[in-house]
């Protein structure tokens, strides 16, 4: 992972650039500098990734799995993963 990303997920303050005139991509022809996440972000992210990592752990080893044969798993997962849109309110009903 190139420096640039990694700092900008850590959230890490980042100098802005501009691209050279006539550079092939119009789009976004300069970015500001950053002064990266407060620590209350900084936080909150933190506070959210590790609340992501204990969900997937419980997703990924819950006991439901292993009376799945191996072989449907990935699609049983997949259809898992769809669950909510598939849902006739579109996913919106809150647990």
């Given at each position: 992972?190139?420096?640039?990303?990694?700092?900008?997920?850590?959230?890490?303050?980042?100098?802005?650039?501009?691209?050279?005139?006539?550079?092939?991509?119009a789009a976004s022809?300069?970015?500001?500098?950053?002064?990266?996440?407060?620590?209350?972000?900084?936080?909150?992210?933190?506070?959210?990734?590790?609340?992501?990592?204990?969900?997937?752990?419980?997703?990924?080893?819950?006991?439901?799995?292993?009376?799945?044969?191996?072989?449907?798993?990935?699609?049983?997962?997949?259809?898992?993963?769809?669950?909510?849109?598939?849902?006739?309110?579109?996913?919106?009903?809150?647990?």
């Amino acid at each position: 992972m190139p420096v640039e990303e990694e700092a900008a997920l850590l959230g890490e303050a980042m100098e802005g650039w501009q691209r050279p005139e006539g550079h092939w991509l119009a789009a976004s022809p300069a970015r500001s500098d950053s002064p990266g996440w407060t620590e209350q972000e900084q936080q909150d992210v933190a506070a959210l990734r590790e609340q992501e990592r204990k969900v997937s752990t419980a997703i990924v080893t819950h006991t439901f799995w292993s009376e799945v044969a191996a072989p449907d798993r990935a699609d049983a997962r997949s259809q898992l993963k769809h669950a909510l849109t598939a849902a006739p309110d579109g996913g919106k009903q809150v647990a």
